[in-house]
Structure formats: structure tokens, C-alpha cells
T-cell receptor, first 121, second 113 residues
Framework: AQKVTQAQTEISVVEKEDVTLDCVYETRDTTYYLFWYKQPPSGELVFLIRRNSFDEQNEISGRYSWNFQKSTSSFNFTITASQVVDSAVYFCALSEVLTTRMKTSYDKVIFGPGTSLSVIP | NAGVTQTPKFQVLKTGQSMTLQCAQDMNHNSMYWYRQDPGMGLRLIYYSASEGTTDKGEVPNGYNVSRLNKREFSLRLESAAPSQTSVYFC????????????FGEGSRLTVL
């Protein structure tokens, strides 16, 4: 069965430090999708990035970067020069492939337990 | 720009009472989802609907029923609420199933006494 593990329950860093949030996943599928979402203290869920299993290129978006390594089943998220506004709970998620005789779909999205990041000024 | 709308935002129930959480999206998405969020557990999938007329169990379906009334609406029903169902419930939708971004509602906080 598919599973997403985020071993870091809570992390505290001082502003401007770099921080990496770990995500390890389990799946027997060869095709799957991975995601990161952010949940700030206000409670809404914000999509950050999607990666499919065939694209192992690392991605950078401003201060955010993602390192996808199929060999270790990891999809880690790094925030460079952290800011107070980065304080939030971050969730890693995996899209499960469901195959029937009629079609293959990816509708079941499973989340990890989340990592609570506190950035201290 | 309503997006995904959930009602009610807050609800207090007594054990054994029933209630329905309503969810509607105006983005013409095919897939809709119900999650519950509990401290330390992340978001756990209760039920999902890949398209109008279909529903499937997620990770924690026991004690819940769902209805995909039409393409816009996906409701979650608690027939006999239990304290273990105290949680924050999120509805989400996606136009590409599980391959793309999920759009979430604001959440519904349910307390069962």
C-alpha cells in the first residue's frame, strides 16, 4: 500500500537559516505523482508543487527548492533563507494509481502527517 | 471566485446525532474528495469521487457515507456521530484527478460531545 512518511514532526529555525523538510514515500507503482502543500496558521491549504515519477529534475522556485530521488524514495523540500512567513505546517502527498479493466486513474491522493515549521525572528 | 465552498464552518453535535457536511465547487472539476485533519495525523482521505456518479472509499471511511449529487456537489454524512469523529473536515476538488493540484475548501470544524 502507498504510504507517505514525514519523520520531522516539528522544526524550529532562526530567520534566514536554511531548512530541509523530509518526505519519504512507499509505492509499488512505477507511475505516481508527488506533491507539497502548505498550511499556514490561518488554516487554508496551499498547493506548492507537483512532480511525476518520470521527472527527477530538481526544481527551484525563488527560495524554495525540491529534491526528488527515486533511488531513496524521497521528495525533500528546502527553504533557503527562511522567513517568519514560512511558519506553517507542510504536507507531502502521493497520488495512488488505481487500475481497472476500463482505465487507469490517479484519483486517490494520500498525505503524510505533516511537519510543523516555526521560523523565529 | 468561490472555488470550493463547505458548510457549515462549525458544528457541535451530541453522540449519536447525525449531520451532513455540504461541499460545492464551481470550477467544473470531475474529482472531489473529503479529508479529515487531526493533530499529528495529517490529512486522511475519507472518501473520494473520481466523477459524477462514482464514489470510492479512502483510508478512513468507517462511520461516514457520501453522495455525489451532481458534478458540483459532494456531501459527507455522519449517521451516528461519535467523539472519535471530532475533527476538521476538508473538501477538495481537482480537474485532473490525482495528477494535479487539489483545491481545498476552508474546512469545517466538527465537535462531537
Amino acid at each position: 500500500a502507498q504510504k507517505v512518511t514525514q519523520a520531522q514532526t516539528e522544526i524550529s529555525v532562526v530567520e534566514k537559516e536554511d531548512v530541509t523538510l523530509d518526505c519519504v514515500y512507499e509505492t509499488r507503482d512505477t507511475t505516481y505523482y508527488l506533491f507539497w502543500y502548505k498550511q499556514p496558521p490561518s488554516g487554508e491549504l496551499v498547493f506548492l508543487i507537483r512532480r511525476n515519477s518520470f521527472d527527477e529534475q530538481n526544481e527551484i522556485s525563488g527560495r524554495y527548492s525540491w529534491n526528488f530521488q527515486k533511488s531513496t524514495s524521497s521528495f525533500n523540500f528546502t527553504i533557503t533563507a527562511s522567513q517568519v512567513v514560512d511558519s506553517a505546517v507542510y504536507f507531502c502527498a502521493l497520488s495512488e494509481v488505481l487500475t481497472t479493466r476500463m482505465k487507469t486513474s490517479y484519483d486517490k491522493v494520500i498525505f503524510g502527517p505533516g511537519t510543523s515549521l516555526s521560523v523565529i525572528p | 471566485n468561490a472555488g470550493v465552498t463547505q458548510t457549515p464552518k462549525f458544528q457541535v453535535l451530541k453522540t449519536g446525532q447525525s449531520m451532513t457536511l455540504q461541499c460545492a465547487q464551481d470550477m467544473n472539476h470531475n474529482s472531489m474528495y473529503w479529508y479529515r485533519q487531526d493533530p499529528g495525523m495529517g490529512l486522511r482521505l475519507i472518501y473520494y469521487s473520481a466523477s459524477e456518479g462514482t464514489t470510492d472509499k479512502g483510508e478512513v471511511p468507517n462511520g461516514y457515507n457520501v453522495s455525489r449529487l451532481n458534478k458540483r456537489e459532494f456531501s459527507l454524512r455522519l449517521e451516528s456521530a461519535a467523539p472519535s469523529q471530532t475533527s476538521v473536515y476538508f473538501c477538495a476538488s481537482s480537474d485532473t484527478g490525482g495528477t494535479g493540484e487539489l483545491f481545498f475548501g476552508e474546512g469545517s470544524r466538527l465537535t462531537v460531545l
